[in-house]
């Protein structure tokens, strides 16, 4: 009887240890069922040459300079216009007076911020053109 009992507790302890391999077995296909489904797809990489768009902004409304009227006073229009002043016959308006180094400067200003303005439309002019798509001619 006891040579019975022990049969049937291997038995169950075989039958337990079948189960136990049955199971590990059936994880094993259930953790990797997604990639054994499916097939894989090869990975497809791409270049492109191609130089990204920059944004150019537009360039800003043209300098648009009013005249100016310029009066320049010798010693007899000065003294002209002081009799007019005494007579009370002289356009009443503030004068701004300027000494030949100071004209000059202003001049020197002027040319100065003319020819800053053309490097800048050159420069600007350049990165314009390197942004402009090359016409690429096809062999025959």
Request: proline share 6%.
């Amino acid at each position: 009887m006891t040579n019975s009992i022990l049969l049937t507790v291997k038995e169950k302890l075989h039958t337990l240890h079948l189960m136990q391999l049955f199971f590990l077995v059936l994880m094993f296909f259930f953790i990797n069922s997604c990639s054994l489904m499916q097939a894989t797809k090869p990975i497809e990489v791409v270049s492109i040459a191609k130089m990204p768009t920059i944004y150019d902004p537009p360039l800003p409304i043209e300098l648009q300079l009013l005249d100016i009227d310029w009066t320049i006073y010798t010693p007899e229009l000065m003294a002209q216009y002081l009799k007019d002043i005494e007579n009370g016959d002289a356009p009443r308006q503030a004068f701004y007076s300027l000494t030949t180094k100071e004209y000059e400067n202003l001049s020197m200003n002027m040319a100065d911020q003319k020819r800053y303005l053309k490097e800048i439309l050159s420069i600007i002019g350049y990165y314009r053109q390197i942004d402009e798509p090359k016409k690429v001619q096809e062999p025959n």
